[in-house]
């Protein structure tokens, strides 16, 4: 007799259960629709298939160290670096979210970022061709890391191999690598003389890699920092830069452009310079479609 009061029991607290749930099953879908506008807003940029994607890749200055002073950020986002529902970043658990600055914070946590390139690189694009698609942005760089550290078996290289592979299997397309470096590699002339081949072997070996052999490369070149920068051979870093003939390569020189207080990292009007001359050089090159890459060499744009 007791032993079958307690199936009874519990028959009941099963029943008790189920209509608890029944019930909070409307509650449940009103706060799920509290706010439909921004859930709308959001699928339908991050679900879309076919994305623009490029990769940011380097050193701080594309991390991104606009507005940044004595390692505070100012929080300032210029216009032409506002959030747009076309424009996504891959996020740091490699999902695609709508981007907005600092594009690498939680990526290059050695240093408080910035204002960097690609936001105003994407809005350029944007700007001058509205039916360009949705752009996919997925930031790579790592501040203080010389060209050694972006070959096979690095944590650099192979986190960017592994974001950029994540990214085209969610879906899109891959259109070009951003690639602002070289300041680590000023400091001794021993690295500076050996950064044109070890250059020249990264953008081999990322092509090979990522199955792209003619991916689009949009570098910056150097810029001639401060006299009291520590980085006595920009010169030899500059002259390897623009020398490397690497097809399907555009370049654009960022030397004379203003700077930080710290002498070497670009303000925020600077990275918004070198975000519009990459978009406009991307835009008048012969890869701006990917069926329609060619071999030839690369032209280079300078700043005003």
Partial sequence: MVFK??????????????????????YLWMVMMKNPKKDITTNRSTYKLNKQIFILAGQSNMAGQGGVCYGHWDGIVPPECQSNPDILKLSVSLR??????????????????????????????????????????????VSGKGINWWSRGNIPYDRLLEKVRSSLRQGGEL???????????????????????????????????LNSPLLPL??????IPDPWFKGKFADIVRQAQIEVEIPNAVKVDANGLSLNPDGIHLTTASQIRVGNMLAEAFLCSNFTSPRKISNKAYHMMSSP
């Fill in 96 to 141: 695609w979210e709508i981007a907005k600055e600092p594009l690498n914070y939680g990526v290059d946590c050695a240093r408080n970022c910035g204002i960097g390139p690609g936001m105003a690189f994407a809005n350029a694009i944007l700007k001058k061709d509205p039916n360009f698609g949705v752009i996919g942005l997925v930031p790579c760089s």
């Fill in 5 to 26: 009061w307690n199936i009874l029991s519990i028959k009941s607290e099963e029943i008790v259960l189920i209509s608890l749930f029944v019930l909070l099953i409307p």
């Fill in 175 to 209: 259109r070009g690598l951003l690639w602002f470096h070289g300041e680590s590699d000023t400091i001794t002339k021993f690295d500076a003389t050996r950064y044109k081949p070890k250059l020249h072997k990264f953008i081999q070996d990322l092509r090979t890699d």
């Fill in 218 to 223: 949009l570098m910056v070149v150097l810029h």
